[in-house]
């Protein structure tokens, strides 16, 4: 069970998809209950317990998860429930019988909800109505490289978000989408609507993804990798592939690829793969941000890579580099080696008087 304030962790969820490429998905609350809420029965027979009590009684009995938000829901109530074989919604309109206590389910995890004496009001002409911000640090499970944080509040303009203090002053917070900087160590206001979803990338992130759309994780292929980094400080990244349905990655079929970076005036990115498995990834696309100028040249394993001055011919090229001013960030792009290479990207600053 999971007691939300101030300053606790809502932990965000990642799931690692096809090739292994970290898809980053927000923490979505769901209005309709997963299939696991349906098909899970429980049984119980408590008298005069807390419900606390019971809700540790439940995640005994299931692989569910209660988060709530610390001082909002009275869970010290005693209560008395006797259920056979009843779903967790049933259980939970037992136990919170005419307290005003709504929950939302994603996954395994359910999310309780106090709502406002406004929202109570028309609780019972408008269910959705019932549904209240959940507030508190947002971060994923290893507290890196991106933090987010939904808008779950109709009519929401701005949402809180905590950025937590490394101790090292030379790790920044980029926005996902302006790529605005921040010192941890803060709580920011960031604008938002109710298909907002705020995510900070951290020094040192690396993160894959597909450039290309995927509508089925088991038959659709990865064709274009899209690398986002921040490469303030030396950092690696592993992303691991296989044919994700049988097992014949214990016998060579993966593809592992190990992805390092070395910071500095010179910006070295190393890719190192180990395995048989196919690689599909056709095109790779580096996001490489740098706020404070655009570099001086991009090399892959040592050859100068073409620099365009305009975003289209970028675009319409094969292989080149572009900085864009929008991002703040080296645009880089080029077939797949498929082999182990280098791109250094030089960040140098050189005497032109001298030259």
């Keep these: 069970m999971l007691e939300?304030?101030?300053?606790?962790?809502?932990?965000?969820?990642?799931?690692?998809?096809?090739?292994?490429?970290?898809?980053?998905?927000?923490?979505s609350l769901q209005i309709s209950a997963s299939v696991y809420s349906q098909t899970t029965k429980l049984s119980l027979n408590v008298q005069n317990q807390s419900i606390k009590d019971v809700l540790y009684l439940i995640e005994n009995q299931s692989d569910f998860r209660f988060i709530y938000e610390s001082g909002k829901i009275n869970l010290d109530k005693k209560v008395s429930v006797q259920v056979r074989e009843q779903s967790v919604e049933f259980v939970l309109r037992q136990?919170?019988?005419?307290?005003?206590?709504?929950?939302?389910?994603?996954?395994n995890n359910l999310i309780l909800i106090n709502?406002?004496?406004?929202?109570?009001?028309?609780?019972?002409?408008?269910?959705?109505?019932?549904?209240?911000k959940v507030t508190g640090v947002v971060r994923d499970q290893n507290g890196e490289p991106i933090i987010g944080a939904n808008v779950v509040e109709k009519g929401?303009?701005?949402?809180?978000?905590?950025?937590?203090?490394?101790?090292d002053k030379n790790i920044r917070f980029y926005d996902y989408y302006t790529r605005n900087e921040y010192e941890g160590?803060?709580?920011?206001?960031?604008p938002v609507d109710i298909s907002s979803i705020p995510m900070f990338i951290k020094s040192g992130a690396i993160i894959p993804m597909a450039a290309n759309e995927l509508n089925n994780l088991m038959n659709d292929k990865v064709d274009s990798l899209h690398i986002i980094m921040?490469?303030?400080?030396?950092?690696?990244?592993?992303?691991?592939?296989?044919?994700?349905?049988?097992?014949?990655?214990?016998?060579?079929s993966y593809l592992k690829t190990d992805i390092s970076v070395k910071a500095g005036a010179k910006t070295y990115i190393d890719f190192e793969y180990e395995g048989s498995y196919e690689n599909t990834a056709e095109t790779m696309e580096l996001d490489v941000i740098h706020r404070e100028k655009a570099p001086f040249y991009v090399q892959l394993d040592g050859k100068e890579v073409p620099h365009f001055l305009h975003r289209r011919k970028y675009e319409e090229s094969d292989i080149g580099w572009y900085y864009s001013q929008t991002k703040k960030s080296v645009q880089v792009k080029y077939p797949n080696p498929k082999k182990n290479h280098q791109v250094l990207i030089s960040f140098e600053v050189f005497d032109m008087i001298g030259m």
Excluded: C, H
């Excluded at 939300?4 to 923490?27: E, N, R, Y």
């Excluded at 921040?230 to 060579?252: C, E, V």
């Design 185 to 190: 160590g803060q709580t920011i206001k960031v």
């Design 95 to 107: 136990l919170f019988n005419n307290e005003g206590v709504d929950y939302e389910i994603t996954e």
């Design 115 to 132: 709502p406002s004496p406004e929202q109570l009001k028309f609780a019972g002409q408008n269910k959705s109505q019932t549904r209240k």
């Design 4 to 27: 939300l304030d101030q300053s606790s962790t809502l932990k965000k969820i990642l799931s690692i998809m096809k090739l292994t490429v970290v898809f980053l998905i927000a923490f």
């Design 156 to 167: 929401a303009e701005i949402r809180e978000v905590y950025l937590p203090d490394t101790g």
């Design 230 to 252: 921040a490469p303030d400080i030396d950092s690696s990244f592993t992303i691991y592939d296989d044919d994700g349905k049988t097992n014949d990655y214990k016998n060579g």
